[in-house]
């Protein structure tokens, strides 16, 4: 079952310009993590935010956490081309690290 | 670090025959998982291993799909026989278990039954 819903299913930007990706999800969660998958590719870990965080940031990365609103949002700044890719949430359904994920965001950046 | 290995890379088989998914995770790891990714369905998680031991196979979609971890470092997903809606890429992926670990996943298996 997926816990996760991404909006927009899809998006398509110019170099340079921000992204914004949100997840809703249904349950509690200890912690919430977004990942990143290039076509024909594995996907791979981006960063995660507790449950007990607002905000988080890595590089260009900042993600924000409302567990009252049971949400989060990936902001990607200064897109660039190598960004475009399928994005992904994850929560933890059990906390046992059975990581449910949602349905993606795909990327697609534009020179 | 080498990642997670699987192979083969792609599988095309007839319907009905047997075929069997291949994962070496990473060194080190305790905790493997198997995953399948379609267009309609997404990523499930199909089983996960602790410790070589299989803890939750409830996404595991029917008997004909097994799963087995012998040692700490191989992981076989079995399927027998197959069908056509089988058909997805499936993904292994393991971690260092302990509280907000990432998973690290391989590239995947696309597996075509005819």
């Known amino acids: 079952s997926q816990q996760g819903e991404e909006d927009p299913q899809a998006l398509s930007i110019q170099e340079g310009e921000n992204a914004t990706m949100n997840c809703s999800y249904k349950?509690?969660?200890?912690?919430l993590q977004w990942y990143r998958q290039n076509s024909g590719r594995g996907l791979v870990h981006l960063i995660l935010?507790?449950?007990?965080?607002r905000e988080k940031h890595s590089g260009r990365l900042r993600v924000t956490l409302d567990t009252s609103k049971k949400s989060s949002s990936l902001l990607i700044t200064a897109s660039r081309a190598a960004d475009t890719a399928s994005y992904f949430c994850?929560?933890?359904?059990?906390?046992?690290?059975?990581?449910?994920f949602g349905t993606g965001t795909r990327l697609l950046v534009s020179p | 670090d080498a990642g997670v290995i699987q192979s083969p890379r792609h599988e095309v088989t007839e319907m009905g025959q047997e075929v069997t998914l291949r994962c070496k995770p990473i060194s080190g790891h305790n905790s493997l998982f198997w995953y399948r990714q379609t267009m309609m369905r997404g990523l499930e998680l199909l089983i996960y291993?602790?410790?070589?031991?299989?803890?939750?196979d409830s996404g595991m979609p029917e008997d004909r799909f097994s799963a087995k971890m012998p040692n700490a470092s191989f992981s076989t997903l079995k399927i027998q026989p197959s069908e056509p809606r089988d058909s997805a890429v499936y993904f292994c992926?393991?971690?260092?278990?302990?509280?907000?670990?990432?998973?690290?996943f391989g590239n995947g298996t696309r597996l075509t039954v005819t």
């Open positions: 935010i507790r449950s007990n965080e």
């Open positions: 349950t509690s969660i200890n912690n």
């Open positions: 291993f602790n410790n070589n031991v299989p803890i939750d």
């Open positions: 992926a393991s971690s260092f278990v302990q509280s907000n670990s990432p998973l690290h």
């Open positions: 994850a929560t933890d359904d059990t906390g046992f690290q059975k990581l449910v």
